[in-house]
């Protein structure tokens, strides 16, 4: 499955939607997700951005040989883009 956490933006065909951090990390945990695309600010930062997925799936792999999933990012805010693509390029190390 495709999942793509956003607050705004429409949603590709052929995905999921999901609003918040926790729904795309419960989808995670299944095992069944093959590529995810994240945007960070998701209107309410008390409960989350996408960069908390990033560190979800960092600590996922080195902690429970989590094998993620494609990742991607689709945020606007140009800070935390670099921010969650040096999280991704940390993960992606780590299971090369």
Same mark, same amino acid.
């Given at each position: ?8 933006? +429409? ?6 939607? +999901?609003?918040?951090? &926790? ?17 960070? &600010?998701?209107?309410? &930062? ?6 908390? +997925? ?43």
């Amino acid at each position: 499955m495709k999942v793509f956490l956003d607050d705004e933006r +429409v949603t590709p065909n052929n995905w999921i939607r +999901v609003y918040w951090p &926790d729904e795309a990390i419960k989808l995670l945990k299944t095992g069944h997700v093959t590529e995810i695309s994240l945007d960070h &600010d998701l209107g309410d &930062d008390e409960r989350g951005t996408g960069y908390d +997925v990033i560190l979800w799936i960092e600590e996922a792999v080195y902690t429970q040989n989590f094998k993620p999933p494609k990742i991607s990012v689709h945020s606007a805010n140009s800070s935390a883009r670099i921010k969650m693509e040096s999280g991704i390029r940390n993960i992606y190390k780590v299971i090369r």
